[in-house]
């Protein structure tokens, strides 16, 4: 048996209850503009300062016009002070017409917040290739600086599309005896797949930050969290992760070298990870939340991908709908990976009972498994037994609701 690594002692705690607006100087909101016939579906997040930035986008060959154009902003100065985000319409696929309405709403939202055009970003999300209303939007912004719209709960509902819940999380810790704390806000519930997909998250923090460092925690937590998050299998065209640092606490600059940064580092992988798994619960028609954890690998990146093979199966995802305790969909899973994997040391458990050692399946207890399959959070764990290496994926099970909700999305 290969021993693996003990986790790190956790030094943040969980703010209750809270939102991307609980780090100091950042404040929130959203109305509704016309774009939904009948709910909020406009919505922004405001710095007091200028906030070094950093970003990850879809991969995704077909790249919107908000998503460029945010890209465009961020590289230039690493800075952003406000973000404006639609729902309904995703201003993809709309040429010439999309980016010009991109920049408009990035020309009107500086103006309105008096700040420079560069500080903008802007995200959309929902219907690919219809051109985007306009009018709802100057509605929107009209409505930036207006008290009574600046509720972060607002935010949270106007970036829905298909969600049925909000998501939502924030941590606090000590940093140079200052603190600190970690928001985070997401939407996502279908076309989701790792490499980024139909989804869309803001992380925010008080804490001041260097810029290149930002960017690696951004990318590193991105990586073992979002980038590990499977729905149906699909990409989207326009959807981002965007990080926020105002330095508001006015800690000792953050960096990869402060004595702090790998405290720093797991508050900010703990809101992205819980803000990655309540999209994987919130899939469509979900009624199951579904951990692949893999133990045992010899690098993090093989661990990486059995967990995406299991957890993107949709036999997998099929059997934990129906409560089925069949292995050998897991096994086959593993199999297909296109990983260098030693069958006969292969481990496998659906919660805390082992169904397969050494490769091979071994007599259990069916009754007791399918009590824990029946749960809404189900974990299989994985052990290859070739090195210390782990990773975790998280996904839904697959119900007819999926495809009642897809087969008429637009109507």
Known sequence: MVTHKKKPIQAFHVVEDGHVTSPKGFTAGGV??????????????????????????????????PLKLTKRHVDKIRKIQTIVVNSSNANSCTGEDGMKKAQATVELTAKEKNIDEHLVAVASTGI????LPFGPIKKGISYLNDPLYQKVTNFERAILTTDIETKHVAVELEIDSKTITI??????????????????????????????SLEYALKSATNRT??????????????MVLALA????????????????????????????????????DG?????????????????????????????SNLVKAAMYGSDAN?????????????????????????????????????????????????????LSIDLQQGSRSAKAWGCDLTYDYIRINSSYRL
Request: with cysteine; charged share 20%; net charge negative.
């Open 32 to 65: 509704h503009t016309g774009l939904r016939k009948a709910v909020l579906d406009f919505g922004w997040i405001h710095s007091e300062i200028p906030a070094t930035a950093a970003g990850v986008y879809t991969l995704n060959s077909f790249q919107a016009a």
């Open 128 to 131: 690919i290739g219809v051109p």
């Open 183 to 212: 928001g985070g806000a997401a939407k996502g519930s279908g076309m989701i797949h790792p490499n980024m997909a139909t989804m869309l998250a803001f992380i925010t923090t008080d804490a001041a930050v260097d810029n290149e």
């Open 226 to 239: 979002f980038n590990m998050v499977t729905v149906d299998g699909d990409s989207s065209t326009n959807d």
């Open 246 to 281: 105002n330095g508001i606490q006015e800690n000792l600059l953050l960096t990869k070298t402060h004595p702090q940064w790998n405290e720093f580092l797991a508050g900010f992988q703990y809101v992205c990870e819980k803000l990655a798994k309540a999209i994987a619960r």
């Open 284 to 312: 469509e028609g979900a009624t199951k939340l579904i951990e692949v954890e893999v133990l045992g690998a010899k690098t993090v990146k093989a661990a990486q991908a059995v967990a995406k093979s299991v957890v993107s």
């Open 327 to 379: 292995w050998g969909r897991i096994i086959s899973a593993i199999g297909y990976s296109n990983q260098k994997i030693e069958p006969e040391r292969v481990e496998i458990s659906i919660g805390d009972t082992i169904v397969v050692e050494k490769g091979v399946g071994i007599p259990f207890d069916e009754a007791a498994v399918i009590l824990t399959l029946v749960k809404d959070e189900v974990k």
